[in-house]
C-alpha cells in the first residue's frame, strides 16, 4: 500500500482553480522531487496536502498511510506524521523556538501513545539535532522565526522536521535561500532520516538540492497538472532545457 | 529558560480542562440577613468584635455612600446592583473556635483547596509559600507564621491584626484609598469582613513570597476584602493573591481595597492571578470585580510593582496605581488581561509622579475574544513638584476573531517640562497563518492559540514569580478554549 496516493485531484484557491488534476503515488520510503515554473501550483499541492483552510478541492481524492486524507484536520494530519517545512516559515513573536517545538513534539508523541519528554530530555534531544544544523542555543531561545534571517529560517524548518520525525515529509524550497555550506548540512539532515518506512516530497527550482538529495522520482508541475516524470536524469535535463520544452507538453 | 509546563509537576495547576470551580461547598454558614442598612456595618463591626474607632470609621464610609452616585465613565455596561439584595458577611461556622493549625481546620474545607488543586499541606514542602487562605471572608489557615514572627514580620488576617496590632492598622487604614475615594471602595470601607495584613519591619528582606488565596463560597455573598501592606525601611516583601470562585447563577459583586505603603528604600512587588468564573457565554452568572488597589511610594527610593494576570470576572474595573510621592522612587505596571465570550473589562493603571526624579513603567497587554470588550485606560500625572519625572507606557492589544474589541485610552497630564512621557500602542490580531503553522506541527487550534497568546504576554508573565507563572500560562489557554475553530 502506498503512504500517500493522490487521483485526480483538482483544488481551487478563492475560487480560482489552481491545482487541474494530479495523480500522484508514493511509496513508503521513496523520495520524489517536484518541480515547475512559480506559480505553477507547488506551495498548493503543499497546503492542500497539509489541510490549510481557503484551499478547497473540487474534485479527486488522497489516501494518506491508509486512511482519508482530506477527512483529517491539519493538526490531526501532523500528529499522524504529515509534515511540510514551510516556504515561507511563519513567525511567531515571544514564543522561544524550544518552547514550540517541545509543545509540537509532545502533541505528537501522545498521539503515538508516547510519554510527554521532561525538560533535560528534550533539550538533550533538540542540542544534538541543533548541532548537526549549525543551530545556535541563542537561535533556540529567541522568538520563533522573528528576526530570522531567510537561511536561518530555513534550518530551522529542517530541524523542526529533525525533531519532530515525520512519516511523510513535505519540504517546500526549503533549500531557496541556503547558502552552500548550509545546503549540504540541511541535505544530510533531510538523508538522514530516509528510512524504509518515510517518504519525502522535495519541492525545489534547483537540480543542485537534487546531487544531494537523491530523489527515486522527479515531477515536472505546470499549470497544476504532472506534465512530466521521470528519474532524477529529468532534473538534469531540465537544467539544460528550461521548462518551455515541457510546459504546454502532455503527461508523460 | 522561560517558564514551561514542567514546572506543574512541581505547583499544581489550579484547573484542568475549563472552569471546573464550578461547585459550592456546603459548609454551613452564618451570616447576616440580606440587605444593607446601619445595623449591617454595626453587626459586622460587632461580630469582628471592633474598637470603636474603627466602627466609627465604617458608619462614617457607609453615610458617605448613601451620597455617591456609580462611577458611570467605565465603557462597561450591567443592570444596576441591587445592593440590597445581597448578604453582607458569611463566617465558616467554626469562626468561635479558629484552628491553630491545619489539623484542625474543617475537612470538607481542605477536601475544597484539594479539588481546587491548592494542596495546603503541601504547599510548604513544594514552593515554600506561606499561606494565608481566606475562605469566604475569614481566615481558617496561616501558615509559616512562627518562622516569619521571628523575623519580626506581621502576616496575619485582617482582623488578626485589628485585635493584635490596632496601632499598626489605625495608623495606616485609608490613608492610601481614603474612605470617601470612590463608591466601591466606600462600600468596602463600610463592610469589609476580612483580608490580610503585612507588615515588614525595617531593612528585612522576607525570605518568602507570601501568598493567599482567595476564594468566594457561599451564594449571594458579596466579598469585601481589605488587604494592608507596610513595608518598612529598606524593607522587601513579595505577595500574591490568586482566586477562583464556584459556578452560579446570579451576578456577584466582589469589591476589594488593597492599600501598599512603601516607605524609604523599601520595595513591594504585588503580583495578582484573577479567575474568578466569568459566567457562562452569555455572560449569565459571572463575578462583578470593582476592586481598588492602590500603592504610595512614600519614601525615598522605593518602589512599587504591580503585577497582573486578569483572565476571569464578567465585568473587570481595576487600576492599580502609585502615587509615586519619595524622591526617586518607582511604580511598575505589568498587566495581561484576557476577555472573551460576553466578559467586560476596563482596566489600567493611574501613575502620579509626585516627587523629584520618580519613574513608572507600564506594560499592558489585552487579550479579547469571542464577543467582549475591553478597555485599557491608563493615567499618568506628572505634577508641578515631579522634576525629572520619567514614564514609559507600552500597550498591546491582540484580538481573536472579529467581533471583539480593544480600546486604548491613555490619559497624559505633565504640569513640569522637565518630564519624560513615552507611549507606545499596537494592535494585532492572531493570523490565519500563524493557527495554520503551529497546527501543522501537531498543536491542536486551541493549543495554538495558548502558545501564541503566552508569547504576546511573555514581558508581563516573565516578571511573575515562578510557581504563579505556570498557573497564570495555563490559565491563559483555558480561558481562550472554545475561541476558535
Ligand atoms: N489566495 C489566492 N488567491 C488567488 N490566487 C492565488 C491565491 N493563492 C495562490 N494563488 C495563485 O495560485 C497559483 C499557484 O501558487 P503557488 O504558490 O502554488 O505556486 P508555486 O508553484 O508554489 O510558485 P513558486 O515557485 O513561486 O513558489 C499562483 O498563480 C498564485 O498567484
Ligand atoms: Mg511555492
Not at chain 1, 530551522?156 to 515529509?169: D, F, H, T
Request: charged letters at 25%; a negative charge.
Amino acid at each position: 500500500m502506498p503512504l500517500l496516493e493522490i487521483n485526480g485531484l483538482h483544488a481551487t484557491v478563492d475560487g480560482k482553480p489552481i491545482l487541474n488534476g494530479i495523480d500522484l503515488v508514493i511509496e513508503a520510503g521513496e523520495v520524489h522531487a517536484i518541480m515547475g515554473p512559480n506559480g505553477s501550483g507547488k506551495s498548493t499541492l503543499a497546503y492542500v496536502l497539509a489541510g490549510r483552510e481557503g484551499y478547497e478541492v473540487t474534485a479527486g481524492e488522497i489516501r494518506y498511510d491508509g486512511k482519508d486524507l482530506l477527512e483529517m484536520a491539519a493538526d490531526e494530519r501532523a500528529r499522524a506524521g504529515l509534515f511540510l517545512a514551510f516556504q515561507y516559515p511563519v513567525e511567531i513573536p515571544g514564543v522561544a523556538g524550544t518552547t514550540f517545538l517541545k509543545a509540537a513534539l509532545n502533541a505528537i508523541r501522545g498521539h503515538r501513545g508516547e510519554s510527554p519528554l521532561d525538560a533535560m530530555q528534550f533539550l538533550k534531544f533538540v542540542r544534538e539535532k541543533a548541532g548537526a544544523l549549525n543551530i545556535t542555543d541563542d537561535m533556540l531561545r529567541r522568538s520563533l522565526n522573528v528576526g530570522f534571517s531567510g537561511g536561518e529560517k530555513k534550518r530551522n524548518e529542517a530541524l523542526q522536521m529533525a525533531v519532530l520525525e515525520p512519516k511523510m515529509a513535505i519540504l517546500d524550497e526549503t533549500d531557496s535561500g541556503l547558502d552552500i555550506d548550509a545546503l549540504k548540512l540541511v541535505a544530510s539532515g533531510v538523508n538522514a532520516l530516509r528510512a524504509p518506512d518515510r517518504s519525502l516530497l522535495v519541492i525545489t527550482h534547483y537540480q543542485r538540492l537534487l546531487d544531494y538529495i537523491v530523489p527515486d522520482y522527479v515531477h515536472i508541475l505546470a499549470d497544476g497538472r504532472i506534465v512530466r516524470s521521470g528519474d532524477k536524469l529529468l532534473a538534469v535535463e531540465l537544467e539544460e532545457k528550461g521548462y518551455g520544452a515541457f510546459v504546454g507538453a502532455k503527461a508523460a | 529558560m522561560a517558564v514551561t509546563s514542567e514546572t506543574l509537576a512541581q505547583v499544581k495547576s489550579v484547573t484542568e480542562d475549563g472552569y471546573k470551580h464550578g461547585f459550592v461547598t456546603d459548609i454551613e454558614m452564618e451570616r447576616t440577613a440580606k440587605g444593607l442598612s446601619e445595623d449591617t456595618v454595626r453587626f459586622i463591626s460587632a461580630r469582628k468584635n471592633e474598637p470603636e474607632w474603627l466602627l466609627e470609621w465604617r458608619l462614617k464610609a457607609y453615610r458617605h455612600w448613601l451620597t455617591m452616585p456609580e462611577p458611570q465613565w467605565a465603557k462597561v455596561s450591567f443592570p444596576p446592583i441591587d445592593y440590597q439584595d445581597s448578604y453582607y458577611f458569611a463566617a465558616p461556622k467554626s469562626d468561635s473556635d479558629k484552628p491553630k493549625s491545619l489539623d484542625e481546620v474543617d475537612p470538607k474545607l481542605l477536601e475544597t483547596y484539594a479539588k481546587l488543586g491548592i494542596p495546603l499541606l503541601e504547599q510548604e514542602m513544594l514552593a515554600g509559600v506561606a499561606v494565608d487562605a481566606v475562605f469566604d471572608s475569614v481566615s481558617v489557615a496561616t501558615t509559616y507564621k512562627k518562622k516569619l514572627g521571628e523575623m519580626g514580620i506581621i502576616f496575619c488576617s485582617f482582623s488578626e491584626a485589628v485585635q493584635e496590632h490596632p496601632e499598626l492598622v489605625r495608623q495606616y487604614l485609608g490613608s492610601v484609598v481614603p474612605y470617601a475615594d470612590n463608591k466601591h471602595a466606600t462600600l468596602n470601607s463600610a463592610v469589609f469582613t476580612d483580608g490580610s495584613f503585612v507588615y515588614i519591619p525595617k531593612g528585612v528582606r522576607c525570605p518568602m513570597e507570601l501568598s493567599t488565596y482567595f476564594r468566594i463560597n457561599a451564594e449571594n455573598t458579596g466579598q469585601f476584602e481589605r488587604t494592608l501592606i507596610i513595608a518598612d525601611a529598606g524593607s522587601y516583601v513579595s505577595y500574591l493573591e490568586g482566586c477562583t470562585a464556584p459556578q452560579r447563577d446570579e451576578h456577584q459583586l466582589h469589591a476589594a481595597v488593597v492599600e501598599l505603603i512603601a516607605l524609604d528604600d523599601a520595595e513591594i512587588k504585588y503580583s495578582t492571578v484573577q479567575n474568578w468564573y466569568p459566567g457562562d457565554e452569555e455572560g449569565r452568572g459571572g463575578i462583578y470585580n470593582f476592586v481598588t488597589k492602590r500603592g504610595a511610594c512614600r519614601g525615598r527610593n522605593s518602589k512599587i510593582a504591580w503585577t497582573q494576570v486578569e483572565t476571569g470576572s464578567a465585568i473587570t474595573w481595576k487600576y492599580p496605581s502609585c502615587l509615586l510621592i519619595g524622591d526617586n522612587s518607582v511604580g511598575e505596571f505589568y498587566s495581561v488581561a484576557i476577555t472573551a465570550n460576553r466578559q467586560q473589562a476596563d482596566t489600567g493603571t493611574k501613575m502620579i509622579h509626585i516627587g523629584r526624579n520618580t519613574t513608572s513603567t507600564i506594560i499592558s497587554k489585552g487579550i479579547a475574544a469571542g464577543r467582549a470588550d475591553q478597555t485599557y485606560r491608563g493615567q499618568v500625572k506628572i505634577m508641578a513638584s515631579a522634576e525629572g519625572a520619567r514614564n514609559f507606557t507600552q500597550c498591546d492589544s491582540l484580538l481573536i476573531g472579529d467581533q471583539c474589541g480593544a480600546h486604548t485610552v491613555p490619559y497624559i497630564e505633565t504640569h513640569n517640562p522637565t518630564a519624560r512621557v513615552e507611549h507606545e500602542a499596537t494592535t494585532s490580531r492572531i493570523s490565519d497563518d500563524q493557527l495554520f503553522y503551529c497546527m501543522q506541527r501537531g498543536l491542536s487550534a486551541e493549543e495554538a492559540v495558548s502558545v501564541i497568546v503566552n508569547g504576546f504576554c511573555k514581558e508581563v508573565m516573565r516578571t511573575l514569580p515562578m510557581e504563579f507563572a505556570v498557573e497564570a500560562q495555563k490559565l491563559i489557554g483555558i480561558s481562550l478554549e472554545g475561541s476558535v475553530g
